[in-house]
């Protein structure tokens, strides 16, 4: 059985999310290393890399440390709202600044991440940008003062 497309999205068969595991782990890995791994063939790995990449379920890309590449300020910064949403986070995502944007219930009608050089690029974005977009109403930052953990390994349980 390979991936099918339902309602709700992708689902995968064992073989495919046993490729995602092996690409997780090195996003370089060979796809004759990986077709041993899971028991198909080079070229039947790579037709299934290419139909996940289709299909929008998986993405292979390079993830870089901010610290490292010169971004010191990262923090997630909390937005409420009024009337449409969707206009608005559509504006956030438009920011290339903010690398994550979520619609959410609760205290905040949307969160963002953001990445960025310094604090006062921060307060730029914050004060400039972001609160200048229309039915911003409220906005609270929450800095990152040290990240503990980040993975990408959740997408196959």
């Known amino acids: 059985m390979t991936e099918r497309k339902s309602g709700n999205g992708v689902v995968l068969d064992e073989v495919s999310k046993g490729?995602?595991?092996q690409l997780q782990t090195?996003?370089?890995r060979p796809y004759a290393a990986i077709g041993k791994a899971v028991g198909l063939s080079e070229a039947a790995v790579r037709q299934r890399v290419q139909r996940l990449i289709e299909s929008g379920a998986m993405q292979i890309v390079a993830v870089t440390d901010p610290l490292e590449v010169g971004f010191d300020r990262?923090?997630?910064i909390g937005i409420t709202a009024s009337g449409p949403i969707e206009p608005i986070a559509d504006e956030l995502a438009a920011l290339?600044?903010?690398?994550?944007?979520?619609i959410t219930a609760g205290?905040?009608?949307?969160?963002a991440e953001v990445v960025c050089e310094s604090d006062d690029a921060l307060l730029d974005i914050?004060?400039?940008r972001i609160?200048?977009?229309?039915?911003?109403?409220?906005t609270e930052t929450f800095v990152y003062l040290?990240?503990?953990k980040q993975t990408y390994a959740w997408g196959v349980r």
């Open 26 to 28: 090195d996003g370089r």
């Open 146 to 148: 040290k990240l503990r």
């Open 96 to 102: 290339p600044e903010i690398d994550y944007v979520v």
């Open 74 to 76: 990262q923090a997630m």
């Open 19 to 21: 490729i995602i595991e």
């Open 126 to 128: 914050i004060s400039n």
């Open 131 to 138: 609160r200048a977009i229309g039915g911003v109403q409220r």
């Open 107 to 111: 205290g905040f009608d949307l969160l």
